[in-house]
């Protein structure tokens, strides 16, 4: 681990259990929503998490927060191992660590004032009186683009945007390492998007906050992360350079995403072939036997549903997760219908 790595990840494994019986449960079946995934998230830099509903994007971030007990793997938060620690030995990373979420019309309290609300962090970790808090709320309001007289008002008095400043703010309270922002444009409109993400930008130029910014639009983690992880069915199944992964992706997947994103360069969308899915994600309960990918896969050959690929590096600092990237890649295996 090297001193820029904030947030190591190995091997990470979440399976919720799904059980039957009042009395006596019995584990019947499980939801494998993160399965044997590895990355990093280097200090002041931004990992892009991206795939569709169901992939296991927010379930990760819960776990590299500690909000959920991981099943297996390790995860290391500034070099110390946080994968076991019980409640007690949290309060390290819950002080280092903020969350942002999607909607900001339930995430803020509606009966608390903007003051309290971004303050509650603060007050939980005995941060200071009360004159030295507020003192530290308008100066996160100012952070985040909002005044002073902001801080007196509730909730409904601002637009989503206004809301997922607040939000921010209150992430912001503990000038934490890391902010996990799950989904924190989606439910606004497209015209308010650029102007929070430019805010998550100029933010982490400011302050140096590394994110793992979680969503399931490619073109919206795009301008934000220096990396990009692709995630399908619990799986990571493209990972590298943010650029790279845009103008040279390898994965079927990872292509079909893009192939609705457009690229400044018009040499690179010329060359894209568009590659559509089929069908929907499968149930995590269940996942489908060799590549999960290979019931929606174009290229799909009968190897891939009785092989499961491993994690290759396909190239320096790019990794896929595919058994016929290079043929895919040479033109040797085409879309089979
Ligand atoms: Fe598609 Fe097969 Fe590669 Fe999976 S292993 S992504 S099904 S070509």
Redesign the pocket.
């Known amino acids: 681990m090297t001193e820029s790595v904030l947030v190591e990840v190995k091997n990470l494994v979440k399976h919720f259990p799904i059980t039957k019986g009042i009395i006596f449960k019995k584990n019947v079946a499980s939801i494998r929503a993160v399965d044997d995934i590895s990355f990093e998230v280097e200090r002041g830099k931004t990992l892009g998490l991206v795939g569709e509903s169901g992939s296991g994007k927010s379930t990760t971030g819960r776990l590299i927060l500690r909000l959920l007990d991981p099943t297996s793997g390790t995860i290391k938060f500034d070099g110390s191992d946080i994968t076991n620690l019980p409640e007690d030995g949290l309060k390290d990373l819950r002080r280092r660590t903020g969350i942002v979420f999607q909607d900001p019309y339930s995430s803020l309290d509606p009966r608390k004032r903007v003051v309290d609300i971004i303050a509650e962090p603060l007050v939980i970790a005995k941060w200071g009186g009360r004159r030295k808090i507020v003192e530290r709320v308008y100066e996160l309001l100012g952070l985040v683009g909002l005044r002073r007289e902001d801080a007196y008002k509730y909730p409904h008095q601002f637009s989503g945007g206004q809301r997922q400043r607040i939000a921010v703010a209150r992430a912001l309270a503990l000038s934490p390492d890391l902010i996990v922002a799950d989904e924190p444009v989606s439910a606004l409109d497209v015209s308010v998007q650029a102007k929070i993400i430019n805010l998550f930008s100029t933010i982490q130029k400011e302050l140096g906050v590394a994110y793992l910014f979680i969503s399931h639009d490619l073109s919206v983690v795009r301008y934000i992360s220096d990396k990009v992880a692709v995630m399908y069915l619990g799986k990571i199944?493209e990972y590298g350079p943010s650029d790279v992964i845009f103008e040279e992706p390898l994965?079927?997947?990872t292509k079909s995403l893009l192939t609705v994103v457009p690229v400044p360069n018009p040499k690179v969308m010329r060359s894209r072939r568009p590659t559509l899915l089929r069908g929907e994600i499968p149930s995590p309960i269940n996942p489908p036997s060799?590549?999960?990918?290979?019931t929606r896969?174009?290229?799909?050959?009968k190897?891939?549903s009785e092989e499961e690929?491993q994690i290759t590096q396909a190239k320096p600092n790019h990794y896929v997760?595919?058994?016929?990237?290079k043929e895919?890649e040479e033109g040797t295996?085409t879309p089979q219908n």
Not at 290 to 294: A, P, S, Y
Not at 297 to 301: E, L, Q, T
Not at 321 to 325: A, K, N, P, S, Y
């Open positions: 199944v994965h079927p997947y060799g590549c999960r990918f290979h896969c174009p290229y799909a050959i190897t891939c690929p997760l595919c058994l016929f990237w895919i295996l």
